[in-house]
Antibody, heavy 128, light 106 residues
Framework: EVQLVESGGGLVQPGGSLRLSCAASGFALSNHWMHWVRQVPEKGLVWVSRINTDGSSTSYADSVRGRYTISRDNAKNTLYLQMNSLSAEDTAVYYCARDGGFCSATSCRREGYYSDYWGQGTLVTVSP | DIQMTQSPSSVSASVGDRVTITCRASQDIHIYVAWYQQKPGKAPNLLIYTTSSLKGGVPSRFSGSRSGTNFSLTISSLQPEDYATYYC?????????FGGGTKVEI
């Protein structure tokens, strides 16, 4: 069974940093791109970042570029999101999500960049 | 960035009703739209990808279609467990973007 479990959320002061983790099980993390998506409570979903299978390629939303860093450790089956220079606007539930494409050692098979499995989310609150 | 304009923002419907939700993309995204269902306090759950492909285990009363840059999610006969918020997402290019959501309620 595919499972994604986020951790590392909590209360942080403006200007502070936090590192989120996403532990994957039930599949080989190395075969999938991964995403982070956030959601302000009672509001909509916002895509934050993505990383390819070996971590050599990343993308970010404009709102977090330069402050957030996505990374992964395939040996530990874990995805990370390092968040720096946090502000109140970063307060949200952060979800990690598995990309629906499948990558072998030589190529990827995909039909768009949809997210087929999601973690339960971890709440980040930025407040004095 | 590609904008996804989702409508309506909310819809009131009864069990057995046919419900259709629409998303309009601001540019050509081919067939690359996904639909998610989210219940309160829970993570989103993928229903449909590439316009009309159902994720395994998703009931067949859910279906997706496309006309140009307009995409639709249809629930053919609303069930009690379908009351939730639904989001479209363009999965064509980065940054990925979501529609604003549609709350399906009684």
């Amino acid at each position: 069974e595919v499972q994604l479990v986020e951790s590392g959320g909590g209360l942080v002061q403006p200007g502070g940093s936090l590192r989120l983790s996403c532990a994957a099980s039930g599949f080989a993390l190395s075969n999938h791109w991964m995403h982070w998506v956030r959601q302000v409570p009672e509001k909509g979903l916002v895509w934050v970042s993505r990383i390819n299978t070996d971590g050599s390629s990343t993308s970010y939303a404009d709102s977090v570029r330069g402050r957030y860093t996505i990374s992964r450790d395939n040996a530990k089956n874990t995805l990370y999101l390092q968040m720096n220079s946090l502000s109140a606007e970063d307060t949200a539930v952060y979800y990690c999500a598995r990309d629906g494409g499948f990558c072998s050692a030589t190529s990827c098979r995909r039909e768009g960049y949809y997210s087929d499995y999601w973690g339960q989310g971890t709440l980040v609150t930025v407040s004095p | 960035d590609i904008q996804m304009t989702q409508s309506p923002s909310s819809v009131s419907a009864s069990v057995g009703d046919r419900v259709t939700i629409t998303c309009r993309a601001s540019q050509d995204i081919h067939i690359y739209v996904a639909w998610y269902q989210q219940k309160p306090g829970k993570a989103p759950n993928l229903l449909i990808y590439t316009t009309s492909s159902l994720k395994g285990g998703v009931p067949s009363r859910f279906s997706g279609s496309r006309s140009g840059t307009n995409f639709s999610l249809t629930i053919s006969s609303l069930q009690p467990e379908d009351y939730a918020t639904y989001y479209c997402q363009q999965t064509d290019s980065f940054p990925l973007t979501f529609g604003g959501g549609t709350k399906v309620e009684i």
